[in-house]
């Protein structure tokens, strides 16, 4: 196992480029299998998680290469198989992604039940009601969902999948990858409308889906016969370029987060210039501008923030905005509205010396004039990114331990940020 030695109180300086979006890039991947056309996909990041999707994919009969340039290429001849175990699912939830293409494609489905998360219960009954509203027949069997169409195939349906806070991810993306090939029209009320969702959507679009109302809650699919191949470009990771961005703002510096969407991080933007982070903002960058964030007048204000749906603040940077509040002046609020027990990096930040309190689904967040470099264990992936980012700041050395967490969802983290002028090496354990 890997870990990171952060030194901290290096001010990050330059430009760093936007890989492609993880949580985009793993729907789109699942819905090759609805095809037995080739898949290309272009700007397609180099992850575990990723590499963990080729695997599952490659148990159900779909081929993935990728060649020089980061193309993805996936394709799915034939299905080999329904039935995605328990080894793969456990390791990554987005894994469940397959269960709505290997029910359209081949009319059956057996997807582990992922169980829960170290950030809490994550649920799929929204996925599975979306399903049985298109007509299949699902039951959990050994740990396992099992989900059947009828003999004549899904049948587009009128369904809310909206939870009581917004909508779900990868239950939209899931039940819009069945409905694509099902008979008739399928409307979804309460879909979700984050980034992730539209890209998958116009992927499908490309491949010959029919699909109205991408980005608003309602979208309507009319089914197809079958669908073909496509190229399609994923969009940047505006999670990840949202988290260089937080570097920039807690080190200092003029740091160009290249070749990212603002408009998919409009809130964190705002948050940011609330906080009086200075911040310029382009077409397809964003740049914090340099400044003394230790010094009694420029120090960043404390400013709350309530975890969304899309276009809300981000649950996937909360972490890192708690790391940014650690050093804020005065006290800010945190409230997690999304997955309320998403706190692990709280008591680890503790250690590094942040004043950090949680009271039910928010945290208190008293900012603090030093933090101190301390050995720490990444828990989950936006939390190891938030002990990261603390690291950069705090006096002295950081070592994060358990980083295979981190490289789930940021390109070799340490190689994006040396460059910038931080510090930062991986070591054996
Ligand atoms: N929910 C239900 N029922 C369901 C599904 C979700 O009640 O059937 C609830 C959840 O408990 C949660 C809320 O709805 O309170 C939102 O969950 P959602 O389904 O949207 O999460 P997800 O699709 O499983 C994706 C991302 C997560 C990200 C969330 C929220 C992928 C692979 N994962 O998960 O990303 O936090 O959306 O935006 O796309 C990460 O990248 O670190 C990560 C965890």
């Given at each position: 196992m890997d870990k990171l030695i952060v030194e901290g109180r290096h001010r990050l300086t330059g430009e760093v480029p936007t890989a492609g979006s993880k949580n985009a890039v793993l729907p789109i991947l699942a819905a090759s299998?609805?095809?037995s056309r080739p898949l290309t996909l272009h700007n397609a990041p180099q992850l575990s998680d990723v590499e963990t999707m080729r695997r599952v994919l490659a148990e159900l009969g779909c081929e993935t290469s990728r060649d020089d340039h980061g193309t993805l290429h996936a394709h799915t001849p034939e299905l080999h198989a329904t039935r995605a175990g328990w080894e793969h699912v456990r390791k990554m939830?987005?894994?469940?992604?397959v269960l709505g293409p290997l029910l359209a494609r081949s009319g059956r489905a057996e997807v582990s039940l992922?169980?829960?998360?170290v950030f809490g219960v994550r649920p799929i009954d929204l996925h599975l009601k979306g399903f049985r509203a298109l007509g299949a027949d699902v039951r959990i069997e050994s740990g396992y969902v099992v989900a059947e169409a009828p003999k004549d195939g899904l049948r587009g349906a009128e369904m809310f999948l909206g939870t009581a806070f917004g909508s779900s991810v990868l239950g939209t993306a899931n039940v819009m990858m069945a409905a694509v090939l099902a008979k008739g029209r399928t409307v979804i009320h309460g879909a979700a409308c984050e980034p992730e969702v539209v890209d998958l959507g116009r992927c499908l679009r490309a491949m010959g889906a029919n699909i109205e109302g991408?980005?608003?809650?309602r979208l309507i699919i009319e089914g197809v016969e079958e669908l073909g191949g496509a190229e399609h470009t994923v969009i940047p990771d505006r999670i990840e370029a949202g988290t260089y961005v937080i570097a920039g703002a807690m080190t200092g510096g003029r740091v160009r987060v290249s070749g990212c969407r603002p408009a998919h991080l409009s809130v964190l933007i705002e948050r940011l210039r609330e906080a009086q982070v200075p911040l310029e903002v382009g077409e397809d960058w964003i740049e914090t501008q340099a400044y003394e964030p230790r010094s009694a007048a420029e120090r960043p204000r404390a400013t709350d923030v309530t975890t969304h749906v899309?276009?809300?603040?981000?649950t996937d940077l909360q972490a890192q905005w708690m790391s940014l509040m650690t050093m804020a002046d005065g006290i800010s609020i945190i409230t997690e509205r999304i997955y309320p027990d998403r706190y692990m990096h709280l008591a680890e930040l503790a250690r590094m010396g942040a004043e950090v309190r949680r009271e039910g689904s928010m945290a208190i967040v008293r900012g603090t004039e030093r933090l101190s470099g301390a050995p720490v264990t990444a828990s989950d992936l936006r939390a190891s990114a938030a002990l990261v980012l603390a690291g950069l700041v705090a006096e002295g050395e950081t070592e994060i331990h358990r980083v295979y967490h981190i490289d789930r969802g940021y390109e070799r983290i340490e190689e994006r940020l040396a460059p910038l002028g931080a510090v930062i090496r991986r070591e054996q354990e």
């Open positions: 299998l609805l095809t939830r987005g894994s469940v992604c992922p169980g829960g998360c991408l980005g608003s809650p899309f276009p809300g603040f981000p």
